[in-house]
């Protein structure tokens, strides 16, 4: 579904990613864990074509993205059609907040996929009864909580009708109260057998959701392996030391 | 938008995003160029069109045209009369234009009038640049100075003093001839004296119908001396426009044999020796309309004519604004989502229009764009003018508010496949016109009151309007009260709007 080969990035003269490889199956939940700064974000960024990179092919579902320097014309419909794929979540929500829920939620579908409004607003209340915040169809995101952001966020998403959801660390603008609404929105996402790239530092979620984790440090991928071998037997140095600071005890 | 704008911009959305404003745009610059220019032109233009257009500068000008004090709206002036008479014989009405009287030639040659008639001297350098009628009026030049002042009664009195005067009249080379005198160029008519009176300066060389009018009523100032030079004022005609000179000359000789052109005189009380030279003929006075009047008339009288200033200023404040917001608007998606020639382009446009003032910009639209063969009329000139300097100054305000929306919000509108176009316009854009707005309505008040700077290129809207009034009245005060409250009638609802977007701004969501 994702395949991403030699990706090298740097950020203003620093070397980022010097030669990434990573691979998700459809239907795969792949958790992304390591330190702040240490590349999940871009990783993520990479994929649906929100950052650029210097070397490499990012490819999903079978749409090749290439370096994106000077990009052409037929390069940016290929980013668009990739997107088209993925749904993203951020972890600032980025809900439009001049749009009423409904209007968040409806707008991608009417005016980048054509879809009627009437049919989109089924749709889009559909979704809203999923997440569990029907009543809140015609507020505004000024109006909602955090958690309830997020979750517009998601079925946002959702109503493009991805293949792949990418979530670049979903909670961690959350108060603590309102994580566990987002990361059962999720749960329910993943039981759904939908393919999931998550970043994030909640370990107890990653352990829970994750076919497969993967730990970044430093632009590099120093571990990938199951939730239970990662956590309790990690082979490397590094994930070691990036879970002591993690877990308690 | 053709493949043109297809390569200038990355995406094909952008385009359309861009499309309401060009469009816009080119329907304004179509009704621009449609407007009629008031070309002046030959005798069968005239007569085709109904009316001679005559240039004149009704500020501060009695006895030559001036407001009617008991209807200020309505022109009256010895030139009025003679301009009523010419156009009569020639079958056709006369209308006045009104434009800066030093700018009167260069609007006569650019095609704005049929004729300039006001006081304009017959001179040689003149001749190179227009034809002449035969003479209408013998002038002399009066020197006026203060009753109190004992020491001045010639010319040569005036060594190593002050002496005021019109800029561009041949008073002015009479005094810069004489040497040693300092000499105080003016615009108006009406300054002169003011500044005579109160002792700024020592004397003022005038001609002397102006004189007449504006030194010797005045109960501080009197005539130094008799009349000095003498010279003839002429009509002037552009070049290669014979036929209508020699129309004109021959109805000015009619009018001098029937006597009528003595009548016009003797009414503005400006019939005396020198006039013999023209015709043999010679009356007695009667009683000129004049400042006296005028002094004592209820300021109501004054209104209509404002009123239709202020009507004028917001027409043109109101027009060039929409143009300045869709132009402006044009400008920065050009200038942060073009591509190189093209953002460069806008960078240069908004830097140029905010980095030179705007009363050149105003010069060079009407009087300069002529010298490469582009006419426009004065109400197009100030669309224009107002219209292309203020779109610099919000795009400026639109950049400022299109960096002030989060970057996330284009990243997610992007994430969820729309295009960098559809983005923008659905997304960006609307957050950042909302908090452009309250700058843009501060603008708006403030082209309001810029507005006024088109009394240059020949557009009598509200301050011109006063200033023509006082000019001819004095009373500088309460008609200019009654002018600064229209402007705050205008432009307070303005500020009230702003305030109010400012505060629904505040409450965030909506």
């Known amino acids: ?249 | 938008m053709g493949p043109l704008t297809a390569y200038f911009f990355r995406d094909r959305r952008i385009e359309r995003t861009l499309g309401f404003a060009s469009l816009f745009l080119a329907v304004v610059l179509l009704l621009a160029q449609a407007a009629p220019v008031a070309a002046g032109g030959s005798l069968d233009k005239i007569t085709e069109r109904g009316y001679l257009i005559w240039g004149s500068d009704a500020e501060g000008g009695a006895p030559y045209v001036f407001p009617d004090p008991r209807d200020p709206s309505h022109l009256i002036g010895f030139e009025v009369d003679l301009a009523d008479a010419i156009a009569k014989r020639l079958g056709v009405k006369a209308r006045q234009g009104q434009n800066a009287w030093d700018s009167l030639i260069p609007a006569l040659k650019r095609g704005d009038f049929d004729i300039v008639m006001n006081g304009i001297e017959i001179t040689p350098q003149r001749k190179e640049e227009v034809l002449f009628s035969l003479p209408y009026y013998v002038y002399t030049e009066q020197l006026v100075v203060r009753k109190d002042d004992n020491t001045i009664s010639a010319i040569g009195d005036l060594k190593g003093k002050k002496a005021g005067t019109l800029s561009g009249t041949v008073a002015q080379e009479i005094l810069t001839k004489g040497g040693g005198i300092d000499v105080r160029i003016y615009s108006g008519q009406v300054e002169p004296y003011e500044d005579l009176a109160i002792g700024r300066i020592d004397g003022v060389l005038l001609d002397l119908p102006i004189a007449a009018y504006y030194g010797k009523t005045n109960p501080k100032l009197r005539y130094a001396g008799g009349p000095i030079g003498e010279g003839y004022y002429g009509i002037a005609i552009r070049k290669g426009n014979d036929d209508l000179k020699a129309k004109i000359d021959g109805i000015l000789a009619e009018l001098l044999r029937s006597g009528e052109l003595k009548r016009i005189y003797q009414k503005w009380d400006l019939w005396g020796p020198p006039q013999e030279k023209l015709t043999r003929l010679y009356r007695e006075k009667t009683g000129f309309v004049g400042l006296e009047e005028s002094r004592k008339a209820p300021l109501s009288t004054f209104l209509p004519a404002l009123l239709k200033g202020a009507g004028i200023t917001i027409l043109i404040s109101s027009t060039s604004m929409a143009l300045a917001i869709s132009l402006g608007l044009l400008l920065t998606v050009c200038r942060l989502y073009g591509r190189p020639p093209l953002s460069t382009l806008s960078t240069a446009y908004i830097e140029v229009y905010r980095g030179t003032p705007l009363l050149i910009q105003l010069y060079i639209l009407y009087y300069g764009l002529p010298n490469i063969g582009i006419s426009l009329s004065p109400v197009t000139a100030a669309f224009l003018g107002l219209g292309m300097n203020y779109a610099a100054y919000e795009a400026e305000i639109y950049r400022a508010g299109i960096i002030a929306v989060p970057k996330g919000q284009m990243e997610a509108a992007l994430s969820l496949g729309m295009s960098q176009g559809l983005a923008l316009r659905r997304v960006v854009l609307p957050q950042a016109l909302r908090i452009a707005t309250p700058g843009v309505t501060n603008d708006f008040i403030a082209l309001f009151k810029d507005s006024s700077l088109v009394s240059v290129i020949a557009m009598v809207e509200l301050t011109k309007t006063y200033s023509i009034l006082a000019a001819s009245t004095l009373r500088f005060f309460e008609l200019g009260l009654i002018a600064a409250i229209l402007y705050f009638c205008m432009s307070y609802p303005l500020s009230i709007l702003a305030r109010r977007l400012e505060e629904r701004l505040k409450g965030g969501g909506r």
């Open chain 1, 1 to 249: 579904m994702i395949r991403v080969r030699g990706l090298r990035k740097s950020y203003g003269g620093q070397l980022l990613f010097r030669r990434l490889d990573l691979d998700i199956s459809k239907g795969e939940v792949v958790v992304l864990i390591g330190p702040s700064g240490s590349g999940k974000s871009s990783f993520l960024r990479c994929v649906n074509g929100l950052e650029s990179f210097e070397e490499g092919e990012v490819t999903v579902g079978g749409i090749a993205l290439h370096s994106i320097r000077g990009r052409s014309r037929a390069e940016g419909e290929a980013i668009r059609r990739v997107r088209l794929k993925v749904g993203m979540v951020f972890q600032q929500f980025n809900l439009f907040p001049h749009m009423s829920v409904i209007g968040n939620i409806v707008e991608a579908p009417v005016r980048v996929l054509g879809v009627d409004r009437e049919t989109a607003a089924i749709e889009a209340r559909k979704l809203l009864r999923r997440i569990n915040i029907e009543g809140k169809a015609d507020s505004y995101p000024g109006e909602l909580s955090g958690g309830e952001q997020q979750r517009v966020a998601i079925a946002r998403a959702l109503a493009m009708r991805p293949e792949a959801m990418l979530f670049d660390e979903p909670t961690s603008s959350l108060d603590p109260e309102m994580v566990g609404e987002v990361l059962s929105v999720i749960r329910d996402l993943v039981g759904e057998g939908m393919t999931t790239v998550i970043a994030t530092h909640e370990m107890g979620f990653a352990r829970e959701v994750a076919d497969r984790v993967v730990v970044f440090d430093k632009g590099e991928i120093v571990e990938t392996g199951p939730p239970e071998e990662i956590f309790s037997h990690p082979k490397t140095e590094r994930t070691r030391a990036f879970l002591s600071r993690v877990l308690p005890g």
